[in-house]
Nanobody, 118 residues
Framework: QVQLVESGGGLVQPGGSLRLSCAAS????????MGWYRQGPGKEREFVAR???????NYADSVKGRFAISRDNAKNTVYLQMNSLKAEDTAVYYC????????????WGQGTQVTVSA
């Protein structure tokens, strides 16, 4: 099991930047994949970015070139650097940990609100 706590959300103007953090309750070095999802107003939760154990990353097309996911195994923390933010990036951002291989189990944080508005 792993508990996840997100932080770093807030209100930012279009074109601005934010960095989200996701602190895990245990070592993340053995967790297969750590990622970020988001849920905008009236929308379903959607994939944003993922980083796996070997450092490989992948991103939703809507954030490629603007967002960057990284992990610090020593701090048991995953980050999402968000640049050139747009109004459509407004959402609650959730951290995800996928544990196990044969029968993967997903763990979620409580979410952090990001609002992009002038």
């Amino acid at each position: 099991q792993v508990q996840l706590v997100e932080s770093g959300g807030g209100l930012v103007q279009p074109g601005g930047s934010l960095r989200l953090s996701c602190a895990a309750s245990r070592s993340i070095s053995s967790i297969n994949g750590m990622g970020w999802y988001r849920q905008g107003p009236g929308k379903e939760r959607e994939f944003v970015a993922r980083i796996v154990r070997d450092g490989t990353t992948n991103y939703a097309d809507s954030v490629k070139g603007r967002f960057a996911i990284s992990r610090d195994n020593a701090k048991n923390t995953v980050y999402l650097q968000m640049n050139s933010l747009k109004a459509e990036d407004t959402a609650v951002y959730y951290c995800n940990a996928r544990v196990g291989t044969a029968v993967p189990v997903d763990y979620w944080g409580q979410g952090t609100q990001v609002t992009v508005s002038a």
